[in-house]
């Protein structure tokens, strides 16, 4: 989705802007533009590629130390030069970027037109610069005003950062819905829509809240509510390391992240053991909260949503609690029947996607309590959500998840066991070999990553070509098809269907024919020989079959390719498979020629419904 990065300060901007707009190309965009604030306000724009933009302003010998920079990713009107930000008022009064959508901008057009304004582009983004020139010129009573009045007039999500041609030392921001920092160091002020713009400058930030707003001078920052009204914020401190947001000579991001795993999956378990139990006491929940859960209800989207998928398997069976996993686009627009005495849990990386935000708020409004499982801090879903849990995955630049959904799993055994241990549904040997388990996972990810990478290069680089793959599987192997599903047509563009290996032949093996790609996932001892079975039902019908399991008895005869993993406990295989369906996806992708780090339509943070 789009990204904005502003600086107001001693440097020249213009080197601030591009550079954090690169940093922010990852999450998606087909423009980018920037406004220097000079002697008077300048813009640059161009479509497509962060380069175009670079090579528009090279030898302009721009020397403003204020400015504010923009990647957009179309919703309103196509991508194109005149529809990129920054935006304009009629009369250049107002300068304006913005992530999010405008939800009422027709009646607002023509509001604009029944006021004589006249309107350039096809966006949503140019109609909130005019509503704010509007109330600007109608009251005048200065930014704060216009600002707060815009946002009590508009519908929808925002994060805007704005520059007024009477105020040439200040930037202006607001949010609602769409996420915004604020950062500070001696040098000056920056603003962001996502931590990696400016952790090269700063890591001491403020964090803004719906419908506030805040000015930025060269040395301070002002803090706004809705009223007006001048409000404190506290300064807090991004933990990310700033090497976690650079490619450290790996080809690309993804591969950098998978290989990350083993270290960002070892921070997140160790956040959660303490003395070799498992302590969530920094989320907030106690023995005595979780007593009272009689159901939970796991929320998210794409990814995380599988991680949910797997985490009922495990959750169910270890702790007795009956567990409903929802897509939270569904979620939030299907009334679901919720149990008062339920918790739900919302999964997400970002923290940000609309559909999950919505989801929590739809919970709490229920009266249910709520879990966030987060990987950034200051998140809007960490910062609404009753108790938190952070995943320690650091900064994810590609795509498609990775390490996050690693250090998402092992979150959720972690409820699993412990809330398993506050029902009494385990033993304490039960208990006890679970977490030596867990803590070896890491070790395990690693001795995958360091036997197996090269072998499955060289499996992958055989299926480039194709249209079509499956993956199959049953129980938790099937929760995890899921995934490696997902990662595979995400990335490489190649069709691909997940399967509960048993419900094939319910419809789906008529796709079988010769060389059709099925990899098959067989990890889970009591479903063993039933999914081997399934594998030898595709291979008669002509599949290639590859199959990831930790035992080669019976999976040669059937299997093309063998992938091998060590051996863990039942529950935690999904940690371990995931790492070659990872790897799959990742080398046929290469061989295709792809953007594996920047997927075709895709953004890393859904911020819009
Ligand atoms: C796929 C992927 C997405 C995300 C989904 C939710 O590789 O990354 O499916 O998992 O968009 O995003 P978050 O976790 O940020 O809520």
Excluded at 525 to 536: G, M, Q
């Amino acid at each position: 989705m789009c990204g904005i990065v502003g600086y107001n300060g001693t440097k020249k901007a213009v080197d601030i802007l591009l550079d954090g707009l690169s940093k922010l190309e990852y999450r998606g965009y087909d423009s980018a533009g920037i406004a220097i604030q000079d002697k008077e306000i300048e813009i640059f724009k161009a479509k497509g590629k962060l380069v175009n933009l670079k090579e528009k302003v090279e030898n302009k010998n721009l020397l403003g130390t204020c400015g504010i920079g923009h990647t957009r990713w179309a919703t309103h009107g196509e991508p194109n030069e005149i529809n990129a930000h920054p935006h304009v008022s009629n009369d250049g009064n107002v300068t304006l970027v913005h992530n999010g959508i405008i939800e009422n901008y027709q009646e607002l057009t023509q509001k604009l037109e029944r006021h004589n304004y006249k309107l350039y582009s096809e966006t949503d983004t140019e109609v909130l610069t005019n509503i704010i020139d509007y109330y600007y010129k109608k009251y005048k009573l200065g930014p704060i005003d216009a600002i707060n009045r815009t946002m009590v007039r508009v519908r929808g999500s925002y994060a805007i950062a704005v520059m007024f041609k009477e105020y040439p030392d200040e930037i202006w921001v607001a949010r609602k819905d769409s996420p915004m920092i604020i950062g500070i160091n001696e040098d000056g002020t920056y603003l962001a829509s996502d931590v990696p713009a400016i952790l090269k400058y700063t890591k001491n930030v403020y964090y803004i809240d719906n419908l506030e707003a805040a000015c930025l001078k060269k040395d301070k920052v002002t803090f706004y509510d809705l009223n007006g009204d001048e409000i404190k914020k506290e300064l807090k401190e991004i933990k990310w390391d700033i090497r976690a947001a650079e490619k450290e000579g790996y080809e690309h991001f993804m591969i950098k992240e998978i290989n990350e795993q083993p270290d960002v999956v070892k921070k997140t378990i160790n956040s959660l053991i303490n003395e070799n139990k498992i302590d969530l006491s920094k989320t907030g929940l106690t023995s005595e909260i979780i007593n009272q859960f009689k159901e939970i209800y796991i929320v998210a989207c794409g990814s995380a949503y599988h991680v949910g998928v797997c985490a009922k398997y495990v959750i169910e069976e270890l702790a007795r609690i009956p567990v409903v996993v929802d897509i939270a686009s569904e979620f939030r627009y299907r009334k679901p029947i919720l149990n008062k005495d339920g918790l739900v849990i919302i999964i997400s990386q970002s923290g940000e996607t609309a559909d999950s935000l919505a989801a929590l708020r739809e919970a709490k409004e229920e009266g249910l309590k709520t879990l966030a499982i987060v990987n950034v801090v200051g998140s809007s879903i960490a910062r609404e959500a009753d108790y938190v849990l952070y995943t320690l995955a650091g900064p994810e630049i590609a795509v498609a998840t990775t390490k996050a959904f690693s250090t998402q799993l092992v979150a959720s055994y972690s409820i699993a066991i412990e809330f398993a241990k506050v029902k009494n549904t385990i033993d304490n040997e039960t208990y006890v070999s679970l977490i030596n388990e867990l803590k070896v996972i890491p070790d395990k990810i690693d001795e995958i990553l360091k036997n197996s990478t090269s072998n499955i290069q060289k499996i992958a680089s055989k299926f480039s070509h194709i249209h079509d793959a499956f993956y199959i599987g049953r129980c938790l192997d099937y929760a995890i098809s899921l995934e490696g599903s997902l990662k595979l047509k995400e990335i490489s563009y190649i069709h691909s269907e997940a399967y509960a290996a048993g419900e094939l032949k319910h419809g789906t093996i008529s796709l079988i024919e010769d060389e059709t790609l099925v990899i098959g996932i067989a990890t889970q001892d009591d479903v063993f020989e039933k999914t081997i079975s399934n594998l030898v039902e595709v291979k008669s019908r002509g599949a290639y079959v590859i199959a990831i399991t930790p035992s080669d008895k019976d999976v040669s005869k059937v299997a093309n390719d063998i992938i091998t993993i060590p051996t863990t406990n039942k529950y935690f295989y999904p940690s371990l498979t995931v790492i070659p369906l990872q790897l799959i996806s990742y080398y046929i992708t290469i061989a295709k020629g792809l953007d594996v780090d920047k997927p075709r339509n895709l953004a890393k943070s859904v911020t819009v419904e």
